[in-house]
């Protein structure tokens, strides 16, 4: 049955583990694009180096398959990638407003019911919050995370209306190795809408204390990003010009994917964050947040 846990009794290591969902982008011009922040996230990762796992479910369905021959054919891992014959494969219709998009994502999906099949990572854990926005699926990960002690915990939040429970979110906070979340989401959580890139040095320590959060990974669009905490502190701003803007869909994403690889190499933070602002700049310039190009996932 979807969502239960296979009785194998054994734990399955990886050294990089990406969990939540995979999904279809549909903008208005009708064109679908796959996506979904954690796949986003894994794909940047195979393009630049590591060989992640996304452990993630997609439906008995064109969909379904779809995916999965994007992945295989892009050499992404295929043991974490559970197919549910109760749900369909996941969707969501993108709209642009403002220069920015804005997602009308559909439930139940698939991902909403991963199950629990023994995985466990070894180096580093990657989830957002848009996933646990179910009990199969939060379950799953609270089990993953439990048999990870060892692993860097990177949690990118990435708020999405109407399944944002401040309860849950803060929950997932404590202990966090590293967060990453963008100026309003920075606003949200700290209730506070007044907080200015500028001036977000002093919030996002007080973030970290009240959590116990070692790192923070911030960015604010065209204004720049930054890292603050026990990783070392670099700020770029602004950010690197887009030489030709497509649209931002999956630009946090593409940060999120430079910033682990960087972490897994241990880049410094300068670096690191001036790496994250030029990606994203190439980002904006695609229709959607991947391409199968490799070499646009060259190191620069």
Not at 115 to 130: I, K, N, P, V
Not at 168 to 191: A, S
């Amino acid at each position: 049955m979807p969502g239960e846990r296979v009785a194998s009794g054994e734990i399955r290591d990886v050294p990089v583990l990406v969990f939540g969902e995979v999904l279809f982008d549909c903008f208005p011009s009708g064109r679908r694009v796959l996506g979904g922040a954690p796949f986003n996230v894994a794909w940047g990762l195979k393009g630049f180096g590591p060989d992640p796992v996304l452990v993630s479910a997609v439906g008995d369905d064109a969909d379904g398959r779809q995916v999965r021959s994007t992945m295989s054919a892009w050499g992404l891992r295929m043991e974490g990638l559970q197919t549910d014959p109760a749900h369909a494969t996941g969707e969501v219709q993108v709209e642009i407003r403002h220069d920015e998009p804005a997602y009308d994502i559909c439930m139940p999906r698939a991902w909403d019911f991963i199950a629990d099949e023994g995985f466990s990572a070894t180096r580093l854990l990657c989830h957002g919050l848009l996933a646990l926005r179910s009990e199969t699926s939060r379950r799953t990960l609270a089990a993953i995370r439990g048999r990870s002690p060892g692993a860097i915990r990177f949690f990118d939040i990435n708020l999405r209306p109407p399944y944002d429970s401040m309860d849950r979110l803060r929950e997932w906070l404590d202990g966090v190795d590293w967060l990453k979340l963008n100026l309003d989401e920075l606003r949200t959580v700290l209730g506070d809408e007044g907080v200015s890139f500028a001036q977000s040095a002093g919030p996002v320590d007080r973030l970290r204390r009240a959590h116990g959060i070692r790192n923070v990974l911030l960015t604010a669009g065209a204004e720049g990003l930054r890292i603050q905490g026990d990783y070392g502190e670099a700020v770029c701003a602004p950010a690197p010009p887009v030489k030709q803007r497509v649209d931002t869909v999956g630009a946090g994403d593409s940060i999120s994917a430079v910033a682990i690889d960087g972490i897994l190499r241990g880049v410094p933070a300068r670096e690191l964050v001036e790496a994250a602002g030029r990606f994203a700049s190439k980002i904006c310039g695609l229709n959607g947040a991947t391409t199968e190009e490799r070499e646009f996932y060259r190191h620069e």
